[in-house]
Structures are given as structure tokens and as C-alpha cells.
């Protein structure tokens, strides 16, 4: 007995440093895009904001701080959830999608001088465009190259979540809006709030088209609201209009979660 248990705990040693040993590579390459995405970083945050030390440093530092949490997180995630030798290009566009985002939050200490500069403005609706507009490749690549994966898949939600979340911060402290705007981008953190309270709401729902679809209009129309082009009624009925479709969205998989919590009563 002793000798089996011996065993299979040696086969589990060995399986495991296996594992570690194939993600040496892996990890290594993640490491490599992590520095590159870092100079665009650097240069993305000079870009909006210049050469003032003052700005430079307290935007970037935010930006900085933001970006290395989220690879502190995806790199535990790679070791833990990713059943891939190899990032493809799916992750690695995700990950510039992830560098775009973590830029515009520099803008965040600054939102007078995003009010006053409409080229800084632009800017910024220029990054989370190309950001919305890589949205989609990655999945298409994943699944292209056979990597498709529930990390990727996390990995691009959280990715779409923090773009509009810093978006609404953006907007909500220009005072364009009242503080209700800050629903568009917290919507999807008060629903992993209320999952914590009520288990139920922790099941997996079915992918919808109808809600990728929402995602795709609420990051948009973001975009647009924190534009110089939008302001007064129409940025408040753009705004409001948007938000009761991610209300409904975000209502539909609660119904759907809440028939199967009571056939399983």
C-alpha cells in the first residue's frame, strides 16, 4: 500500500515537472512580449502626454502600475489555465489590446487637459478604436490556429470590461454626463460582485451573439461619448439608450442563470 502511495505521488512529481518544463518556453516568450508591449506603453503615454514631467510621471505611473497587475495576473494565469505550448497570435493581440487600455488610463489624472485639447481627445479615441477594432481577431485566430482556449476567452472579456470601465472613469470625470455613466463601465464588476453573494449567478451561461453584439455597441458608443463631437442631449440619450442594452443583456443571462438555479431546486 505504502509502495503505491509512493508511486503515484512520484508520478505526480514527475507530471508535474513535466508540465513545468514544457512552460518554460512559453513563459519565456510571454516574458519577451510583456517588455516589447512595455515600450509601446512608454511611448503611447508620451504620445498623449508629452513632455511635461508632472503629467509624464503621474499618468505613466498609473499606466505602469495597472499593466504590470495584469500581467502579474496572466502570467499565474498561463501557469495555472493555459493548455497551450504556444501564445499565437491570438493572445499576443489580446495582450495589445490589454497595452492600448492600460495607456488610456494615464489620461485619468489629467481630464482637464483631455477637456481643453481636443487633439489629446482624439487621441485617446484613436487608442481605444484600434483597441475595439482588434476585438474579434483574436477569437478568429485562435480558432484558426487550433488555441482556442477558456483563458483566451477570459482574457479578452477582462480586456473589453477594463476598456470600458477606464472609458466611463474618462467620461465620468469630464462631467460631459451625471454619475450615472459610471454604470456603463461597471456593470460587468457588479455582476462578479453579486455572483460572491449569491452562487447561482457563478454558473456558466451560453455564448450569445446578442451579447458580444452589446459589448461591441457599449465600447463604441463610449468612444463616441468621450469624442468632442458629442455633448448635451444627444451624448445623454446615446449614453442612456446604451445603457439599458447592456441592462437588458446583462437581465437576459440573469433570467437564464436564475430557470436553471430553480430546475435544479
Known amino acids: 500500500m505504502s509502495g503505491d502511495m509512493s508511486a503515484t505521488f512520484a508520478d505526480r512529481a514527475a507530471a508535474l515537472h513535466g508540465a513545468r518544463k514544457a512552460q518554460g518556453p512559453l513563459l519565456r516568450r510571454f516574458a ?36 504590470l497587475a495584469m500581467n502579474g495576473v ?24 490589454a497595452t492600448l487600455t492600460a495607456a488610456l488610463a494615464a489620461l485619468l489624472p489629467h481630464i482637464a487637459a483631455l477637456a481643453a485639447d481636443p487633439l489629446l481627445a482624439w487621441g485617446c479615441v484613436i487608442i481605444a478604436a484600434v483597441a475595439l477594432a482588434c476585438d474579434g481577431i483574436d477569437g478568429w485566430a485562435a480558432r484558426r490556429a487550433g488555441l482556442a482556449s477558456r483563458f483566451g476567452a477570459r482574457f479578452d472579456m477582462e480586456v473589453d470590461s477594463l476598456l470600458a470601465l477606464i472609458l466611463a472613469l474618462i467620461l465620468w470625470q469630464s462631467a460631459k454626463l451625471g454619475d450615472w455613466v459610471l454604470l456603463l463601465g461597471v456593470m460587468r464588476y457588479l455582476f462578479v460582485l453579486a455572483a460572491w453573494c449569491l452562487p447561482w449567478l457563478n454558473r456558466p451561461t451560453p455564448p450569445r451573439i446578442s451579447a458580444k453584439l452589446v459589448c461591441v455597441i457599449q465600447i463604441a458608443a463610449l468612444i463616441a461619448l468621450v469624442s468632442p463631437v458629442l455633448s448635451g442631449a444627444a451624448a445623454t440619450g446615446l449614453a442612456a439608450g446604451v445603457l439599458a442594452l447592456v441592462i437588458w443583456s446583462f437581465g437576459v443571462d440573469i433570467r437564464y442563470l436564475w430557470q436553471i438555479r430553480a430546475r435544479c431546486a
Open 74 to 97: 496572466l502570467w499565474a494565469g498561463l501557469v495555472r489555465h493555459y493548455p497551450h505550448a504556444d501564445l499565437g497570435l491570438c493572445n499576443l493581440v489580446t495582450h495589445f489590446r
Open 32 to 67: 519577451i512580449v510583456v517588455i516589447v508591449h512595455l515600450w509601446l506603453l512608454a511611448m503611447l503615454v508620451y504620445a498623449l502626454l508629452g513632455f511635461d514631467p508632472s503629467a509624464f510621471w503621474t499618468g505613466g505611473a498609473l499606466a505602469l502600475v495597472l499593466y
